[in-house]
C-alpha cells in the first residue's frame, strides 16, 4: 500500500456533517453465504467459522446517491485518475467492524483490474482502525489517502471508540 | 507504549492459549458482571463505583449494545501454571500485582476505556508506582488489534512485550479476526 499524502482539497467534516443524519444507502454485509458470486466464498468461510453475529455491520453511503458526485470528481483529481468504477463513504458506527474480508464484487465475474484509494475523512480518534493486508491504519490524521496494492486486498474496519467511523472509498 | 523485549523461548505460549482454550472456569467479564462485582466490592469506595459508572456511561452515550460486550479472563495459579508469571516477572524486573490473560471472540469490540482497580490506592500507598505491561502472547491474527490513544498492536510477533506509557492509559481492542485472540496483562511494581 502506497501512502499518497493528506487530501485537503475537500472538505470533509461537512460531508461527513452531511452523512451524519441521512439514511445510508444500504447496511452491509450486502452478500450471504451461498450467494453465487466468485470468491465469496473466501469470505463468508471465514465469517461462517468466526461465528460474527450483529457486530458484523457498516452503513454504506454511495456516491451520486447519499453524497454528491463532485466529492468523487475532486478526489480523481487529487490522486490522478480519469475515471472510476464504484466510489462510496462507510460508516463504521462504535462496536461494530468490518470483519476480515475483500470486497467481493456484484459483477465479480466481469470486473477487471482497477486502482483502489482510501482516504481517512474523519479526525483521528482512539478506537477507529483500518487493517489492510498486513498494514494497520490507527490515528492517521485527517485526508490520509493510500492507494492499495490491489482492489482485492484484504482488509477489515473497526471501531472500539466512542464515535462514527468514515472512510472514503474509490475504485 | 515502550517495546521491551520478546520472551522467546521462555514461555511457551501456545501452551497457555490451549489451557485458556480448554478451561471451563475462566472469568466471564460482560457489563453486568462487571458492575455487580464493582458494587459489591465497593462498599465504602464511592470513587470506585463511580468510575465504573463512567467508563460504562461513555459506552452506552456513544450508543454500544453493551449485551455484546464480553470477554474471559484467565489466571496464573488456577488457569494456567504461576511459573508463566514469575518468568514473565524476573525478564521485565517487576513484581506482579494483577496478572491475567484476556480472550477475546471474533466479532467483539472492548470499548475505549481504563481498567478501573479496586486495589489502586492501597497498592501506591505500599509501592509508591505502578508498571503496566502487556505481552501479545497469541501467533499474528489480521484484523485484531489492541489500541491506545495514538498507538496500536497488532501482527506482533508472538512474545512481544510492551511496557504501557502509564498503568492507567485508556485502550480498547477489536477481533476481526477468525478465532479468539489472547493477550497477557502485568499490573506490578519495581523494587
Known amino acids: 500500500m502506497k501512502y499518497l499524502g493528506i487530501c485537503d482539497i475537500i472538505d470533509w467534516d461537512s460531508v461527513i456533517k452531511s452523512l451524519e443524519h441521512q439514511t445510508p444507502t444500504y447496511i452491509g454485509p450486502s452478500h450471504k453465504l451461498g450467494d453465487p458470486i466468485p470468491g465469496l466464498s473466501e469470505v463468508t468461510d471465514i465469517w461462517q467459522r468466526a461465528k460474527f453475529g450483529a457486530n458484523a455491520e457498516w452503513d454504506m453511503f454511495i456516491s451520486g446517491d447519499a453524497f454528491d458526485i ?44 482497477f486502482r483502489r484509494f482510501h482516504c481517512h475523512i474523519g479526525k483521528p480518534v482512539h478506537g477507529h482502525v483500518l487493517v489492510v493486508d498486513d498494514k494497520c491504519l490507527y490515528n492517521q490524521p485527517q485526508g490520509s489517502t493510500y492507494e492499495w496494492n490491489s482492489r482485492k486486498s484484504w482488509h477489515a474496519g473497526m471501531n472500539a471508540g466512542l464515535t462514527p467511523k468514515y472512510l472514503f472509498n474509490i475504485w | 507504549m515502550k517495546f521491551i523485549a520478546n520472551t522467546d523461548n521462555l514461555i511457551n505460549w501456545n501452551n497457555v492459549i490451549e489451557l485458556c ?117 497469541d501467533v499474528p491474527k489480521p484484523a485484531s488489534v489492541l489500541m491506545f490513544d495514538t498507538e496500536a498492536l497488532t501482527l506482533n510477533t508472538q512474545g512481544d512485550i510492551y511496557e504501557w506509557n502509564h498503568y492507567k492509559d485508556f485502550h480498547s481492542a477489536v477481533n476481526g479476526s477468525d478465532s479468539p485472540q489472547y493477550y497477557f496483562h502485568f499490573l506490578g511494581y519495581k523494587k
Open chain 1, 70 to 113: 463532485s466529492i468523487a470528481e475532486q478526489f480523481m483529481d487529487y490522486v490522478g485518475i480519469d475515471n472510476y468504477n464504484t466510489c462510496w463513504i462507510s460508516r463504521i458506527r462504535p462496536g461494530k467492524m468490518a470483519p476480515w474480508h475483500w470486497d467481493v464484487n456484484d459483477n465479480e465475474a466481469e470486473l477487471g483490474e
Open chain 2, 21 to 137: 482454550q480448554s478451561s471451563t472456569t475462566g472469568d466471564k467479564n460482560t457489563v453486568s458482571s462487571v458492575v455487580d462485582r464493582s458494587e459489591a466490592e465497593a462498599v465504602g469506595n464511592r470513587g470506585l463505583l463511580d468510575s465504573y459508572r463512567k467508563v460504562i456511561g461513555t459506552w452506552q452515550q456513544a450508543g454500544y449494545d453493551l449485551n455484546q460486550i464480553e470477554w474471559y479472563d484467565y489466571y496464573p495459579g488456577e488457569h494456567f501454571d504461576i511459573s508463566v508469571q514469575d518468568t514473565f516477572a524476573k525478564l521485565i524486573g517487576a513484581e506482579p500485582l494483577r496478572v491475567f490473560v484476556s480472550e477475546v471472540y471474533p466479532g467483539v469490540t472492548i470499548p475505549y476505556h481504563w481498567d478501573v482497580e479496586d486495589k489502586e490506592e492501597e497498592w501506591l500507598a505500599e509501592y509508591g508506582m505502578l508498571y503496566r505491561y502487556v505481552c501479545c502472547m
